[in-house]
DNA sequence: GGCACGCTTCGACGAACGTCAAGGGATGAT
DNA sequence: ATCATCCCTTGACGTTCGTCGAAGCGTGCC
């Protein structure tokens, strides 16, 4: 891990074949080892589900935080990580910004991971 | 995360609600985050996917090793780190372990995670 | 303009992680 | 019994991560 060059696009939606289907390449395997990466975390995980939650216009940061009883700068630090990840997009309306979760991106990887294509 | 209490059973393939269908308690968010990080990681996806592509008799570490280029200890403690999470299972036979994925385990975390039961 | 509020970035700290070399079991062969 | 082989564990190292306070930026309102 170490070796790790950050240099890869992960805002995109993961794309190779599946996990089970044959031997990933190293390139590919860290594609998605990073996307994982970025959901693996509780506060992220449950992040993801707020945002669920809340639906089409997203929820701000203020609203987060205090929720998940953290510093608003705790939370801003992971809803980066989401966003890098392309799991989650943050659009601005006045001084607030607003998550809403990408499906599409979740959707990639839950499919290049799941074993019953088969 | 320093707050993880590690005293969770991991071993059994995770079971909560989707993520996408409402918030997930803390437990729960705890037990998904658990095993994505079991699984983030370049060198387990890559791991996982050799696995798969092996079948149903398993492969050995000291034939993991030498294809990943890294020394046995370190694919050992990827291994571990899988196995602690139930998504692999070691079975010894003379002086070899084989190893084989468990879908089942990867199979139920694929299903919290997937927001298309939607 | 000036100010308040929301969000992000920076700096720092402790904890967890990935890696390997070295040593300690098991198991099977001689 | 002895030895070779495979595997796991331990200890150590450098790196990365999660968290917060403090400081910096953007936006809207007086």
Redesign the pocket.
């Known amino acids: 891990?170490?070796k790790?060059l950050p240099l890869l696009d992960t805002t995109e939606p993961v794309c190779c074949a599946p996990l089970a289907v044959g031997v990933l390449a190293d390139e590919d395997a860290l594609a998605v080892a990073l996307r994982l990466?970025a959901l693996?975390?509780p506060?992220r995980v449950q992040l993801m589900s707020m945002l669920f939650a809340a639906g089409e216009h997203g929820v701000?940061?203020?609203e987060l935080a205090p929720a998940l009883r953290?510093?608003?700068?705790?939370?801003?630090?992971?809803?980066?990580?989401l966003r890098e990840a392309g799991l989650v997009e943050?659009t601005?309306k006045?001084?607030?910004?607003f998550y809403r979760p990408q499906p599409d991106a979740l959707c990639a990887l839950v499919r290049v991971l799941d074993p019953t294509c088969c």
């Open positions: 891990m170490p790790a990466k693996a975390d506060v701000c940061t203020c953290l510093s608003e700068a705790t939370v801003s630090h992971h809803l980066r990580q943050g601005r006045g001084t607030n910004v």
